[in-house]
């Protein structure tokens, strides 16, 4: 099970840091990360680190503003959020997967096998 936290709400310029802790299961060679799905649109890839090796994936739009960490000793990964945009409303969804998955792949979602239930961000203009 994956536990989302840390959403809100916050004016443009704000920041914000979520939380994803696992229980039931310990997810130490796979990915964990975070998608995100705006009213209207498709869910899209935020950002993902391998829990083996620490490598990251993100996505285009959040380069130099968010950043993602995690503590495997807490089965946890942390997604910063800063330089919060409008555009950056949505429900974030954290993601996890069981197995190693080369790096390229993190940003799909067929590549996760549990989800969150999604924590929401609002980011005001």
């Known amino acids: 099970q994956l536990q989302a936290s840390g959403g809100g709400l916050v004016q443009a310029g704000g920041s914000l840091r979520l939380s994803c802790t696992a229980s039931g299961r310990t997810f130490s060679s796979g990915p964990m990360g975070w998608f995100r799905q705006a009213p209207g649109k498709e869910r899209e890839f935020v950002f993902a680190?391998?829990?083996?090796?620490?490598?990251?994936r993100y996505a285009d739009s959040v380069k130099g503003r968010f950043t993602i960490s995690k503590d495997n000793a807490k089965n946890a990964v942390y997604l910063e959020m800063n330089s919060l945009k409008p555009e950056d409303t949505a429900v974030y969804y954290c993601?996890?997967?069981?197995?190693?998955?080369?790096?390229?792949?993190?940003?799909?979602?067929?590549?996760?096998?549990?989800w969150g239930q999604g924590t929401q961000v609002t980011v005001s203009s």
């Open positions: 680190i391998s829990m083996w090796n620490g490598g990251t």
């Open positions: 993601a996890a997967r069981d197995g190693r998955i080369i790096t390229s792949m993190m940003d799909r979602a067929g590549s996760y096998q549990y």
